[in-house]
C-alpha cells in the first residue's frame, strides 16, 4: 500500500508532535488499507487514495453519467443532493436499511462498505421508477432541479416502509407529511402540493399493505418497522416483500398494465364540490391518446416512402400524455412492483469492514473501526478532527474554511453508534440509559419513542429529547448527524445541550491517559462554541437519567425557529420541575436556555426567586416571568438581534410551560389553551380539472415535456453538460466591503496556488467593454478603483477545477480605504441618494394640482408609512456558466443559465470583442429564475468568456448559493409613505404616496419595477384622485432587480394595507369596503387604461366566497377568536382580489416574440422560439401550439434549447409574456407553413400524415421552414400622458384572480400555520391548464414566502448581506403550504353549487355556456399566468394581521396596528402587545441585523 503522505502543514499550534513523525508508525500497522469500497447503484466500485477533499457529492458529480445528484446550497439545506445510503441496520441482524442523507456533506470515507443508490440507480426514461413516473404525471416538477433530491428522499421512505412484523408495507398519508421525511428538501417552483399528491398514491394502491391509518403508528413509530428482513440463509435476493420467493409478494412476470388510482372526491364546502381528478379504473380511451408521429424511420426517397415503416414507437412524451375524459385527465400508473427494486448487494453482507488511511499532503483521512483504534489515534495526534455525521464540520470546512488537516471518520464504529437499550424488567429497574454518543439522531428519535411508550414517565427525559430530534435539521441531517456532535460543537443555539442540562445527563468522555471518566454534563459548554473536554477526549455516552416511579414532576422542552422545519432555533428551552410529596412547593426546578447568551445557559436567578415556593398559583409565575427578565436582559446589539423578541419568548416558553407543567401534574385550575402548540394536519386540496375549452392537444392537462426526464435526473443543466477537453474554472475575487476605494489588489499569492492558471479583472478588457447594464449602462463587470457592495465582483481566479479556483479566490489580497455606505431607503432619503428616474401618474384633482382640496373635503385623510422587505429568488440552479471557445473565426459557444439569451451574447461580444453573430448564447433549462436570470446572470456568462478567449480553453463557473445570494440582487425593498382621502361610508377619494424602493448600487431594471409599482397600486380599485411619485434609492447594496411579479406585489400589498387602515379606523368591514370600491367596466386606471369587458373580479370574487364557504368560515373565525378558550391562539381570514397587467410596461420594444419551425421531410419538426424554459412549461405550451396549428402529434415537435443562432434579438422571457410572445410567433410560422402545405393537403387528403405531405412539398421544392414574428398591438402608454382619449393601453390585458386565506397564530410564540386557502384565477383558455395549476400554486407559495418567512437582513455595521444560504434563509417547505389548498379557473360566469350539477363532467355539465374572453387578443385567448397569483400570499399576510388585531383587542391595546411585510414569527409575536412584550422590551435603534425597507 502506498502510504500517504502527512500534510505540511498542520493547523493545530497546540500539537507539539508532527503528524509525519506520530501518525507513521500507526498508518504502518493498523491502518493498513487506503481503498474504500462501495457499491454504487449496484456496481461494485473501489477507490484507491481518493481525493480527501472530496465529499461524496464531488465524487458523485466528477462521474460522467451521475449528473442527476444536484448541488443546490452545499450546506445540508435543501436536499437537492439527496442519495439513499442502503446499508445494514445497527440494530437488527439480517436488515438493511435505507437512509436518506445529504451528499454535500457527507465525507466520501463514509461510503465504505456500504451501498449508495443515486438517481440513476432507480429507473431512467425507458423505465422509470413508479416515484419518478407519477410526480412526472402528476405535474411535480416544473424546472426539475429539486426533483432527483425529492425522489431519493421519497424513495428511502418507500422502501423503508415494509413492517416486518406484520410482513406488510405500511404507510400512510402521516408518514409522508407528518414524519419529517421531506423536511430537508425544498423545491421552489411547484407549491410542494402536487408532490405530496405524486407520493400518497403509494399509500394505498401499491403497496398493499394494512394501510396505516393516521393517527396509528406507520413508518417510524415503531423501532422495527423500517428494517427489510434479508434472508441469506435461504438465497432470496433482500427486496423487501417483493422477492420472487416470496409467497405474499410474488413478482409477476408480466408487469401490470397499470393500477387502480382514485384521488378521493375533495369537498370544498358543503355546496360545492369538484370531481376527481386522477382515476385510473377507466380504461385509456384510445382517441385520446396521442399516438406519436410516424417519423421512426427518415424517407430519403420517393420509393422509400412506400416501403417505410409507419411504425409508433413509443417515446417519453405521449407515455406521459393523459387521456381525458370530458375535460377530465385520466392518467394512468406503472404498478409499484417492490421486486425490481435495487437488492442489498450480497457482497457486502460479508463485507469486513478494515481501517482505513488516505490522503494526500494537505489532508488524511484515518476510518478506524474499533473504539480502541480511535483512543489509540487520538494519543498519538489529539487534534485529529472527529467526524461523525460532517454535519457541523463540513459546514466548517466549507463556509469558514476550517482545515483539519487529519480528519477521522468514527461514525461507524460499532461501540460509538450502537445502543443497547435494556428491555422487559430490566428497562423497569433502570435508572437511566446509555446512549452511544455517535448513535444517528433518526434512530435515536426512534429510541426515544420506544422508550417513552415502554414506561411512561419514567422516561420524559427521551420524550422531551424526541420532541426536539423531531425538529433538529431535516430528515437528511438527522440521519446522519449525533448527539455528541452537537454537544462538542457547544452552540448557544443546540438542541441538545438544554435538555441534557436540565435533567442532569452526564457524558462519558475516553482517552488513553485518562480512561473512562463521567462528567455531569451542564460544565461542559464553557463559552461560544467551547467546551471543557480535553483535546484526546472522545464523547462514548451520553447517560440520560430516567426518573423515579413516584417523582413528581414534568420535564418538557420547547423550540421557537423563523420556521418550524429544518431550522436552528431563534431561542430553545428545557425545564424540569420537582414538587414535594404535596405537589405544592418547589423542590427543585430547571430552566435552562439556548439562544439566549454565548452558550446554553440557566435562569439561574429564577431559579433561585422559585425554589421552595408554592408552584401552583399565578404568583409563580409572575415571579418566574419577571426573575427571566433580569436572568437575560438582553440588550439591543445582542448578537445574531432580535433582542426584543428573544426576551419575549423566553417568558412565553416559561409561560407554556407553567400551564403544561399544571395540567400534566393534575393541578386543576389551569386551561390548557396556552399549552397546545399548533399542529398542523395532513394537507389536501383540489384542481378543478374539468376543461371546457380542451381542444385535439391545446388546453390538455399535459406534463411538461422534460418532467420525467427530470424526475430521472437525465435533464441536463449548466453544470451537468459534460467536462469539456482542458475545461478551466472561475473563482470569483468579491469584495469585502460595502463602500471602498481599492486601493491595492494582489493576485500574485493566488496564482501561486495548486491548479491555477490565470486571473482576469479591470485590466483584461477595455474600459468601455467594462460597462454594461440592462437599461442604463451604469455598472462595471469588475471593479475599476473603487468598490459599491460587499460582494462586488473585482476578478476572477480560473484554475483546473472548483475546489482550487475557489481557494485560490480567497488567496487574493485587497487592500481597501472604506467610505460611508447607504443601505437602507431612510439613509437614502435622508441623503437624497436617488437614481434619475422620478416618475409620477396623476389622475383626477392631482392632474391640476388639486390634491390638497380633495383631502380637505374628505371625511377622514389618514397617512402612514409602510414597509416590505426583499425577497430572495432562491432558484435551486445557482447562476452558471460555460464557454467553449472555437478555434476558428473567435465564435464561441456560450451556455449560461439565463432568461435573456439576447443580452448574454450582447454582452459577450462587448467584453470580448467577437461580433454578436458569432456567439451561439445558448440555454436548455435553467433550474428556476423567477426574474432573477432576466439581467444578472449576464456578467458571469461574461466574465468565463473573457477567461476562456484569453486562455483559447473552455470555462465554466457555477456560483456557490452564498456567492449568488450576497451578489445577485433580490425583489426590491419598498417603502410607501401615504396620505389616504376616504369618505364615512367606506368610499375612497383620493391617494396620494411617495413611493420608495432601494435599488442597490446599479440601477438594473429598478426604475421599470418601481413603474410597475405604480401601476399596480390601484390594484382592483377605483380611485379618482390619485397623485404618485416614484423614487428608485441608490445605495450600497447588491444591485436589486426583476422578481415575480416586479414590483406589482409591493403597489397591492400596500393598497391593501391602506385598506385595513381605512377599515380599522372607519370600523367597517374590510369585505365591503373592498366591494365598495372596486373597478367596474368602464373606469380608468391612475394611467387611464380603461377597464374592458373583461373585467372579471367581481364574478371571480363571487366564486371564491362561495366554494371558499367564505362568510360561514368568518363567522367562524369571528367565534373562535372571541372565545375565552382561545386565549393564547387566534385566527384570520382574508379574501382579496388581484390584477396583474401583462406587457413589458415601460420598454415597448421588448414586446415581440420570434420563432422558428422547421418541418424535416419524416414529418418531425424542429421548434425554436425566443423564449427559455425555466420550469414555467414554456417549452410545452409552445409545442402544443405548434402541434395543434400543424394537425401533429406533440411528439412531432421537438425544442431542444433556446439559442442566438436560431433566434435573433430575443426579448428577455419575463413579465409572463412568454407564451403571449411566442406562442403567436409560433402560430404565424405554423400558419405559413400551413399555407405552403395546404396544396399537397388537398392532394393528399385531410387525415394525410405530416410526413406524406412534407415530402410531398420537400420533393416539389417547397421552403418547408418558416420564421414567425409577432409584436404586440394596441399598447404604448407614454408617461406623463393625461388625456383618457389619447393615452394608448399601458398593459394588453389583465390576468385576474381572487385569493382567500385562513390562518392560526400562536400568540406565545408568534408561530402560524396556514389552514386553507382557496385560489380562483383567471387564465382566459388556458393552454394547458395543468401547467397554470402549478404556475398558481408555486407563485402563492412563493408569495406566501415574501410575506411571512423570507426576511433578508444585513450586518448593520458591515452592511454585509448575512441571510445567505439556507441556514439563515427560510423559504416556504413542505409543511408551509395551506393544509388544504384548493385552486380553480375562472370556466363560466357563475359557479353552479353541486347540488344542482353534481359533477362537472360525467355527472352532468354547468348549463351555462363557457365563459368567452371579449377583448382578449392572444393566442387561444390564454392569459399570462407566471406573476399574478404570486400576490395572492399576500391573503396569508393580511389573515395573520386579522388574527394579531383580534389578539390586540383582547389585549385591550387602542394604537393602530402597524405590521410590516413580512410578518416574521418575530414581528407577529410583538405585534400581540400582551404583558410578556410589555415586560420584556429592550431600547429602539438597529441592531446588529438590520432590514432595508
Ligand atoms: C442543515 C443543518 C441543520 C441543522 N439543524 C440543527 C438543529 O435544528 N438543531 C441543532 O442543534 N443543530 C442543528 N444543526 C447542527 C448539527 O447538525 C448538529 O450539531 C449535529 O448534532 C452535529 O452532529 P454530527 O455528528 O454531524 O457532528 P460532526 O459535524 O461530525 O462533528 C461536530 C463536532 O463534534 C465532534 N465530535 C463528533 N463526535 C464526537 C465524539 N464522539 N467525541 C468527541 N467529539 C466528537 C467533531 O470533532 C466536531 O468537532 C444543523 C446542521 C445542518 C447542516
Ligand atoms: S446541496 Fe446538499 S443539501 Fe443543498
Ligand atoms: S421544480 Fe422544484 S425547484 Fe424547480
Not at 457527507?106 to 443508490?117: R, T
Not at 386543576?668 to 397546545?676: F, L
Not at 473552455?954 to 449568488?964: G, K, N, V
Not at 411619485?1029 to 426583476?1042: P, W
Request: net charge neutral; aromatic share 8%; charged share 25%.
Amino acid at each position: 500500500m502506498a502510504l500517504p503522505s502527512t500534510p505540511k502543514s498542520v493547523s493545530h499550534p497546540s500539537s507539539s508532535t508532527f503528524p509525519a513523525e506520530s501518525l507513521t508508525p500507526l498508518i504502518g500497522l493498523t491502518y493498513t488499507s487506503s481503498d474504500i469500497t462501495f457499491y454504487l447503484n449496484a456496481k461494485r466500485v473501489t477507490l484507491n487514495n481518493p481525493n480527501p477533499h472530496w465529499t461524496l457529492l464531488d465524487y458523485i458529480r466528477a462521474q460522467p453519467t451521475l449528473k442527476g445528484t444536484k448541488l443546490g446550497c452545499g450546506e445540508g439545506g435543501c436536499g437537492a443532493c439527496t442519495v439513499v445510503l442502503q446499508t445494514r441496520s445497527t440494530r437488527q441482524r439480517n436488515s438493511i436499511v435505507h437512509r436518506a442523507i445529504n451528499a454535500c456533506l457527507f465525507p466520501l470515507v463514509g461510503v465504505d462498505g456500504k451501498h449508495i443508490i443515486t438517481i440513476e440507480g432507480i429507473g431512467n426514461v425507458e423505465n422509470p421508477h413508479p416515484l419518478q413516473e407519477r410526480i412526472a404525471k402528476l405535474h411535480g416538477s416544473q424546472c426539475g432541479f429539486c426533483t432527483p433530491g425529492i425522489v431519493m428522499s421519497l424513495y428511502a421512505l418507500v422502501r423503508n416502509s415494509w413492517d416486518q412484523e406484520r410482513k406488510k408495507f405500511v404507510l400512510s398519508e402521516k408518514d409522508i407529511e407528518s414524519e419529517g421525511h421531506l423536511d430537508g428538501n425544498l423545491c421552489r417552483c411547484t407549491g410542494y402540493k402536487p408532490i405530496l399528491e405524486a407520493a400518497k398514491t403509494f399509500v394505498k394502491e401499491d403497496l398493499e399493505g394494512e394501510v396505516a391509518e393516521d393517527g396509528e403508528e406507520g413508518y417510524g413509530g415503531k423501532v422495527d418497522e423500517e428494517r427489510e428482513l434479508v434472508q441469506i440463509s435461504n438465497r432470496i435476493c433482500g427486496r423487501r416483500g417483493g422477492c420472487c420467493q416470496d409467497p405474499q409478494f410474488s413478482c409477476p412476470t408480466t408487469p401490470a398494465t397499470s393500477v387502480t388510482t382514485t384521488i378521493p372526491f375533495a369537498k370544498l364546502s358543503d355546496s360545492v364540490s369538484l370531481p376527481a381528478r386522477v382515476d385510473t379504473t377507466k380504461k385509456l380511451q384510445e382517441s385520446s391518446v396521442i399516438s406519436g408521429a410516424t417519423y421512426a424511420k427518415p424517407i430519403k426517397s420517393r420509393e422509400d416512402r412506400h416501403n417505410a415503416m409507419d411504425i409508433k414507437t413509443e417515446s417519453a412524451v405521449d407515455t406521459l400524455i393523459p387521456a381525458s375524459d370530458h375535460g377530465i385527465p385520466q392518467i394512468k400508473f406503472k404498478p409499484y412492483t417492490p421486486c425490481s427494486e435495487l437488492i442489498f448487494p450480497p457482497a457486502l453482507w460479508k463485507y469486513e469492514s478494515k481501517p482505513l488511511c488516505y490522503g494526500n499532503e494537505e489532508k488524511i483521512w484515518f476510518r478506524p473501526t474499533t473504539l480502541d483504534q480511535l483512543v489509540e489515534l487520538k494519543s498519538v495526534y489529539p487534534s485529529a478532527k472527529l467526524v461523525c455525521g460532517a454535519t457541523e464540520v463540513q459546514v466548517e470546512v466549507r463556509f469558514k474554511h476550517s482545515d483539519y488537516s487529519v480528519a477521522v471518520y468514527i461514525a461507524d464504529i460499532p461501540e460509538l453508534r450502537e445502543t443497547s437499550v435494556p428491555s422487559g424488567p430490566a428497562l423497569q429497574r433502570s435508572t437511566h440509559i446509555l446512549i452511544a454518543a455517535n448513535m444517528p439522531l433518526t434512530e435515536l428519535e426512534e429510541m426515544c419513542k420506544d422508550v417513552y411508550s415502554k414506561i411512561g414517565r419514567r422516561a420524559m427525559a427521551f420524550e422531551a429529547l424526541r420532541k426536539q430530534i423531531r425538529y433538529f435539521g431535516g430528515r437528511q441531517v438527522r440521519n446522519v448527524a449525533s448527539l455528541a456532535g452537537n454537544i462538542a460543537t457547544a452552540s448557544p443555539i443546540s438542541d441538545a445541550n438544554p435538555i441534557l442540562t436540565a435533567v442532569d445527563a452526564s457524558i462519558i468522555v475516553r482517552s488513553k491517559s485518562r480512561g473512562a471518566i463521567t462528567i455531569p454534563f451542564e460544565g461542559i459548554p464553557t463559552a461560544y462554541r467551547t467546551t471543557c473536554l480535553p483535546a484526546d477526549a472522545i464523547i462514548t455516552y451520553i447517560r440520560i437519567p430516567l426518573i423515579p416511579v413516584r417523582w413528581k414532576g414534568v420535564i418538557k422542552a420547547y423550540k421557537q425557529a423563523k420556521r418550524k422545519e429544518d431550522d436552528v432555533a431563534i431561542v430553545n428551552a428545557a425545564f424540569q420541575i420537582r414538587l414535594d410529596e404535596k405537589y405544592d412547593l418547589v423542590e427543585d426546578i430547571r430552566l435552562i436556555y439556548g439562544g439566549m447568551a454565548q452558550t446554553t445557559k440557566e435562569a439561574s436567578k429564577t431559579r433561585k426567586s422559585l425554589l421552595g415556593k408554592k408552584w401552583f398559583g399565578t404568583e409563580s409565575l409572575e415571579a418566574g416571568l419577571s426573575a427571566i427578565c433580569q436572568d437575560f436582559d438582553l440588550q439591543l446589539s445582542v448578537p445574531g438581534g432580535m433582542a426584543h423578541y428573544r426576551k419575549a419568548l423566553a417568558l412565553s416558553l416559561f409561560f407554556r410551560f407553567w400551564h403544561e407543567s399544571m395540567a400534566e401534574l393534575g393541578l386543576s385550575g389551569v386551561g390548557t389553551e396556552a399549552i397546545e402548540e399548533i399542529q398542523r394536519r395532513i394537507s389536501s386540496g383540489v384542481r378543478d380539472d374539468y376543461n371546457p375549452h380542451q381542444q385535439r392537444i391545446v388546453g390538455k392537462q399535459i406534463p411538461q415535456l422534460s418532467a420525467l426526464k427530470q424526475c430521472t435526473g437525465e435533464a441536463e443543466f449548466i453544470d451537468d453538460i459534460p467536462k469539456q477537453d482542458r475545461e478551466l474554472f472561475g473563482g470569483l475575487v468579491i469584495s469585502s466591503k460595502a463602500h471602498a476605494k481599492l486601493i491595492n489588489v494582489n493576485w500574485t499569492p493566488a496564482l501561486e496556488m495548486p491548479g491555477v492558471i490565470g486571473y482576469v479583472d479591470k485590466s483584461s478588457i477595455s474600459k468601455d467593454a467594462n460597462i454594461w447594464g440592462s437599461v442604463h449602462k451604469d455598472e462595471p463587470f469588475f471593479a475599476d478603483g473603487e468598490v459599491f457592495y460587499h460582494g462586488q465582483v473585482i476578478g476572477m481566479v480560473y484554475a483546473e477545477t472548483a475546489l482550487e479556483a475557489r481557494a485560490a479566490a480567497r488567496a487574493v489580497k485587497v487592500e481597501y480605504e472604506e467610505l460611508t455606505a447607504i443601505r437602507t431607503i431612510d439613509e437614502a432619503i435622508e441623503a437624497k441618494s436617488f437614481f434619475k428616474h422620478s416618475k409620477e401618474l396623476k389622475k383626477g384633482a392631482a392632474i391640476h394640482g388639486r390634491m390638497e382640496e380633495v383631502f380637505e373635503e374628505c371625511d377622514r385623510p389618514l397617512t402612514g408609512t409602510t414597509r416590505i422587505g426583499g425577497q430572495e429568488h432562491f432558484y435551486l440552479e445557482t447562476n452558471s456558466a460555460l464557454v467553449i471557445p472555437h478555434g476558428e473565426d473567435g465564435s464561441m459557444e456560450v451556455w449560461s443559465s439565463t432568461q435573456n439569451t439576447m443580452e448574454t451574447q450582447e454582452f459577450v461580444s462587448q467584453v470580448t470583442g467577437v461580433p454578436s453573430s458569432r456567439i451561439n448564447a445558448r440555454v436548455k433549462r435553467m433550474g428556476g429564475a423567477f426574474g432573477g436570470k432576466e439581467s444578472r446572470s449576464v456578467p458571469f456568462a461574461c466574465y468565463v468568456a473573457i477567461a476562456a478567449k484569453k486562455e483559447k480553453r473552455p470555462m465554466r463557473i457555477m456560483l456557490t448559493r452564498d456567492e449568488d445570494m450576497l451578489l445577485t440582487g433580490q425583489r426590491h425593498p419598498f417603502q410607501a409613505r401615504w396620505k389616504v382621502g376616504v369618505s364615512t361610508e367606506g368610499k375612497i377619494i383620493a391617494l396620494d404616496v411617495d413611493l420608495y424602493n432601494n435599488a442597490g448600487f446599479s440601477q438594473d431594471m429598478s426604475g421599470a419595477v418601481m413603474d410597475r409599482c405604480m401601476t399596480h397600486i390601484d390594484s382592483c380599485y377605483e380611485i379618482p384622485n390619485v397623485f404618485l411619485r416614484g423614487y428608485v434609492c441608490k445605495t450600497n447594496l447588491h444591485s436589486n432587480t426583476a422578481f415575480r411579479g416586479f414590483g406589482a406585489p409591493q403597489g397591492m400589498y400596500f393598497t391593501e394595507t391602506i385598506m385595513s387602515n381605512i377599515a380599522e379606523t372607519l370600523n367597517i368591514d374590510i369585505d365591503e369596503l373592498r366591494r365598495k370600491n372596486l373597478y367596474k367596466v368602464g373606469d380608468r386606471t391612475p394611467f387611464f387604461q380603461k377597464i374592458d369587458d373583461d373585467w372579471h373580479i367581481p364574478a371571480l370574487r363571487h366564486q371564491t366566497i362561495l366554494s371558499s364557504d367564505y362568510e360561514a368560515r368568518k363567522k367562524a373565525v369571528a367565534d373562535f377568536n372571541a372565545s375565552k378558550f382561545n386565549r393564547f391562539k387566534k385566527r384570520g381570514i382574508s379574501l382579496i382580489p388581484t390584477k396583474f397587467g401583462l406587457s413589458f410596461a415601460t420598454a415597448l420594444h421588448l414586446n415581440q416574440g420570434a420563432a422558428y419551425v422547421k418541418i424535416y421531410h419524416d414529418g418531425s419538426i424542429l421548434l425554436h422560439h425566443s423564449g427559455t424554459e425555466m420550469g414555467q412549461g414554456l417549452y410545452t405550451k409552445m409545442a402544443q401550439v405548434a402541434a395543434q396549428e400543424l394537425g401533429v402529434e406533440l411528439d412531432a415537435i421537438f425544442t431542444p434549447e433556446s439559442q442566438t443562432y436560431q433566434i435573433a434579438n430575443a426579448s428577455p422571457t419575463a413579465a409572463s409574456s412568454g407564451s403571449d410572445l411566442n406562442g403567436m410567433a409560433v402560430k404565424d410560422a405554423c400558419s405559413i407553413l400551413n399555407e405552403r402545405l395546404r396544396p399537397y393537403r388537398d392532394k393528399l387528403g385531410k387525415d394525410a400524415m405530416m410526413k406524406d405531405v412534407a415530402h410531398a412539398a420537400y420533393l416539389d421544392r417547397v421552403n418547408l421552414a418558416a420564421n414567425g414574428f409577432y409584436k404586440v398591438p394596441r399598447i404604448g402608454y407614454e408617461w406623463g400622458c393625461t388625456d383618457a382619449d389619447v393615452a394608448k393601453p399601458m398593459y394588453y390585458y389583465f390576468t385576474q384572480g381572487v385569493g382567500c386565506s385562513e390562518v392560526e397564530l400562536d400568540l406565545l410564540t408568534g408561530g402560524h400555520v396556514v389552514r386553507r386557502t382557496d385560489l380562483v384565477m383567471d387564465v382566459g383558455h388556458s393552454i394547458n391548464p395543468a401547467i397554470d395549476y402549478g404556475q398558481i400554486e408555486g407563485a402563492f407559495v412563493q408569495g406566501m414566502g415574501l410575506f411571512t418567512t423570507e426576511e433578508s437582513l444585513w450586518n448593520s455595521s458591515t452592511s454585509q448581506l448575512r441571510t445567505c444560504g439556507t441556514g439563515t434563509y427560510k423559504i416556504p417547505t413542505f409543511s408551509s403550504i395551506p393544509e388544504v389548498f384548493n385552486v380553480s379557473l375562472l370556466r363560466h360566469d357563475t359557479l353552479i353549487p353541486l347540488k344542482t350539477s353534481p359533477s362537472h363532467s360525467s355527472q352532468g355539465k354547468n348549463p351555462e355556456p363557457p365563459k368567452s374572453w371579449k377583448s382578449l387578443g392572444t393566442i387561444n385567448s390564454s392569459k399570462g399566468i407566471g406573476e399574478p397569483p404570486l400576490f395572492l400570499g399576500a391573503t396569508v399576510f393580511f389573515a395573520l394581521r386579522e388574527a394579531v388585531l383580534a389578539a390586540r383587542k383582547m389585549n385591550g391595546v387602542k394604537e393602530p396596528l402597524v405590521l410590516d411585510s413580512p410578518a416574521t414569527a418575530e414581528r407577529l409575536r410583538l405585534a400581540v402587545e400582551d404583558e410578556i412584550v410589555k415586560m420584556t422590551k429592550v431600547g429602539k435603534g438597529t441592531g446588529e441585523l438590520m432590514g432595508v425597507a
